[in-house]
């Protein structure tokens, strides 16, 4: 194991050296892998069950490729290495965008059930080369089909080049230690057979059932810090928005709508109500739970918030005002650039009101992750009158 010794524990961080290059890599020591890069692994990268072990590690800093990890879920998206125009989705340095396809493949064939590459997350602290280790996963998650968990999809370059990347989703298993003696096993090949296997990731194997490590906040309110942007990219992205509409509020209640399509694609039919008759409404619609002949709608309202980022939260008189209006069984929307102030939140929370919440931070991963870089989000949001 070049010198490993050490457990995988989740969330422990793993330090390199200090030396300011490539060489404070700590992974190639800590689990074998090469140095440098996103996508290392460890076998034949040509075949499903000459693949022994799979490095992804995310800077979770690029805008434009937003790799995330839902503690709540256990859900990990995890962008391919193809992010530059001039290359075919398949012609990526490390061959990481090649190993994906036989992953999903693997993961929906049922013959696959003896033999699978160990897959394990690390993300990066922002100190030196340092690692923090998220986990083992496995590719799909249990909502989720063939068509859905690896996609392909479409970009545009700085010189509005088209190209592919995928897009692909796993989960993160309910592990929270994994042994080196497990991952010396896993090394020669002997990944299901290994007495120090974890129970979830041999029962995923044998029957594909899903024990993610889902870990639910402990409060329900967010600080508006949690409610904002947390870096430079994304204030750009909630100041653009604000910027194109902060003079034209109707623009926003359509945009806003849109916005809560994003997060809530179900949103069957739905329409802007008129500017000078809303009544506390913005928009009204239905939301569609479940499928075809068996889905039920229920109905809701939603209103828009065109807030300075920099400036107010949402207080508990605009609450109050969408909340007044909700007719039986329906539940509201709120959509700001802004936040909800604390008193507000916590009203909304303890009284149990159905509302649903969608703040500035919320703004900003929805349209890095549905509609893409700085410019096409700009681009996306000039269409609205």
Not at 37 to 55: N, S
Not at 325 to 351: C, M, N, P
Request: glycine share 10%.
């Amino acid at each position: 194991m070049d010198g490993g010794t050490q457990d995988l524990v989740v969330d422990r961080i793993y330090h390199g050296s200090r030396q300011g290059n490539a060489a404070d890599d700590p992974l190639p020591a800590l689990i074998g892998v090469s140095g440098g890069g996103g996508f290392r692994y460890i076998g034949d990268r040509t075949a499903l069950d000459r693949l022994h072990l799979i490095a992804l590690k995310s800077n979770f800093n690029d805008p434009d490729w937003p790799d995330r990890l839902d503690h709540e879920t256990g859900r990990f998206t995890y962008y391919g290495d193809n992010k530059k125009p001039g290359k075919q989705i398949l012609d990526t340095p490390r061959g990481g965008n090649r190993i994906l396809p036989h992953l999903f493949a693997g993961r929906h064939d049922p013959a696959v059930t003896n033999r699978f590459p160990v897959i394990l997350l690390f993300g990066w602290t922002g100190e030196y080369r340092d690692v923090r280790f998220l986990g083992l996963a496995v590719p799909g998650a249990p909502s989720l089909g063939p068509d859905d968990d690896l996609v392909a999809i479409w970009r545009t370059g700085g010189k509005n080049e088209r190209f592919q990347n995928y897009k692909a989703e796993f989960t993160v298993l309910d592990v929270s230690v994994i042994s080196q003696d497990w991952l010396t096993d896993v090394c020669n090949g002997d990944a299901a057979t290994s007495m120090h296997a974890p129970r979830p990731w041999l029962e995923w194997l044998e029957s594909r059932k899903y024990q993610p490590l889902a870990a639910p906040h402990s409060l329900e309110t967010r600080t508006r810090e949690q409610q904002m942007p947390d870096n430079k990219d994304g204030t750009t992205i909630l100041e653009a928005v604000h910027d194109r509409f902060k003079e034209n509020s109707h623009g926003f209640e359509a945009c806003a709508l849109e916005i809560a399509r994003l997060m809530m694609p179900d949103i069957a039919d739905a329409e802007l109500t008129r500017p000078w008759r809303d009544g506390g409404r913005d928009a009204v619609g239905e939301y569609r739970i479940g499928i075809e002949k068996s889905s039920i709608l229920v109905e809701f309202a939603l209103e828009a918030k065109c807030y300075d980022p920099a400036g107010k939260g949402v207080g508990v008189k605009e609450l109050s005002r969408l909340i007044s209006r909700l007719r039986h069984r329906q539940f509201g929307i709120l959509v700001t650039t802004s936040y909800l102030a604390s008193q507000a939140y916590s009203e909304l929370k303890e009284d149990g009101h159905p509302v649903v919440m969608i703040c500035g931070a919320d703004i900003v991963q929805l349209l890095r992750e549905k509609i893409g870089s700085v410019g096409q989000i700009k681009k996306w949001l000039a269409g609205f009158e």
